[in-house]
Each structure stands twice: as C-alpha cells, then as structure tokens.
Nanobody, 123 residues
C-alpha cells in the first residue's frame, strides 16, 4: 500500500491561489495514477483532477482553466495549483493513488487515500 500526506491547505480570499502537495511513500509512485478529490460539508466526494504515470490529465469541468495538476516522480509528489479560487471551492481535499488511470472510472473508489487537507475560500 501507499501512504499519502497532503499539505498546503489553508484560508484564502476569493480570487487567490493555493498550491497543494501530496507526498507519497512506497515503491510504485512512478507507475501509479494520482488524483485529487474534494468533499464539502454535506456533499459527496468528487474528483477534481487526475494525472497518469506518463502525464495524461483529466480535470473536472468546475476547475478547468483554474487548477493545474502536476507530478514530480523523483520527489514522489503530486501537486494541485489552484488559482482564481471561489467560495464554492471550500472543501477538504484528498490525495488518491491507484494503479490505473483510464481502465477504472475515477468515480469508483479505488487505491489509497491521504487524510485530507482543508481549503477554505472566503468571500
């Protein structure tokens, strides 16, 4: 299994930016697909962005043009750069590691999860 630790969350004003990091332990990081999910109070967990081992990327419609996912395999770390933040982006953001990028739908729970990091966007 993979252990994941998120960091970089916090409080920011609407229109501001944050960069989330997810540091992974384990020998399979470089070949695993990575994703960021978020869960707001009273809402279901939803995919924000995902990136494959070779750089293929999927974004949720609600973050396209604002968020950027990237990974550094040498550092076993995946990032989520969040710009133009909105109050509705407020949620706990979770890092996810799984074996397949496209074979299993990202709506299906799979793989390993971090503990989450809180992002709060004020209006």
């Amino acid at each position: 299994q993979v252990q994941l630790v998120e960091s970089g969350g916090g409080l920011v004003q609407a229109g501001g930016s944050l960069r989330l990091s997810c540091a992974a332990s384990g020998s399979t990081f470089s070949i695993n697909a990575m994703g960021w999910f978020r869960q707001a109070p009273g809402k279901q967990r939803e995919l924000v962005a995902a990136i494959s081992s070779d750089g293929r990327i999927n974004y949720a419609d609600f973050v396209k043009g604002r968020f950027t996912i990237s990974r550094d395999n040498a550092k076993s770390t995946v990032y989520l750069q969040m710009n133009s933040l909105k109050p509705e982006d407020t949620a706990v953001y979770y890092c996810n590691s799984r074996k397949y990028f496209s074979i299993i739908p990202w709506s299906t729970p799979s793989g390993d999860w971090g503990q989450g990091t809180q992002v709060t966007v004020s209006s």
